[in-house]
């Protein structure tokens, strides 16, 4: 009797070990970064939260020097019928960088997004950060966000 006791222990155990997911991580030049608790892991590369959606996107060298950035908002401001669409400057992970920013009305009430691009650890990159406020400076960006993209140093 004791080594079946014993034997369904075991098993307990091995089942739950198994059962325990790792945290959702999103991965971004190489680095790994724990999603935040509440928010869920749309894809590999979007992490989509109450008050921020962001995705991560890599970009061809060619295609960041020959505007892709820039022709993706104006797509993306044509689909959502963006207002004020005004160009700035940024940091992504430290790195100069600039953005687009623009707001649009949803049926929440306001959304504002952030297309920021440019080169980070070697990698041409653009992020796209919807915020539910209009992001002036840093304190408007989440905390996960803001590993991504910022305002200033």
Avoid: W
Wanted: aromatic letters at 12%.
């Amino acid at each position: 009797m004791k080594a079946v006791y014993a034997l369904l222990l075991l098993v307990f155990a091995a089942v739950s070990s198994f059962a325990q997911a790792p945290p959702a991580q999103v991965d971004f030049c190489g680095q790994q970064y724990e999603v935040p608790a509440g928010a869920t892991l749309v894809s590999p590369y979007e992490v989509r939260a109450e008050k921020f959606d962001i995705v991560l996107m890599y970009l061809n060298p060619a295609d960041l020097r020959n505007g892709a950035p820039a022709d993706y908002t104006k797509q993306r401001v044509k689909k959502v019928k963006g207002k004020e669409l005004q160009e700035i400057s940024c940091f992504i992970q430290g790195a100069p960088a600039k953005a687009f920013k623009y707001g649009y009305a949803t049926e929440k009430g306001m959304a504002y997004e952030l297309l920021a691009y440019g080169v980070t650890k070697g990698q041409p990159v653009m992020i796209q950060l919807t915020l539910d406020v209009d992001p002036y400076n840093n304190v408007e960006i989440p905390e996960f966000a803001r590993q991504f993209v910022h305002f200033d140093k």
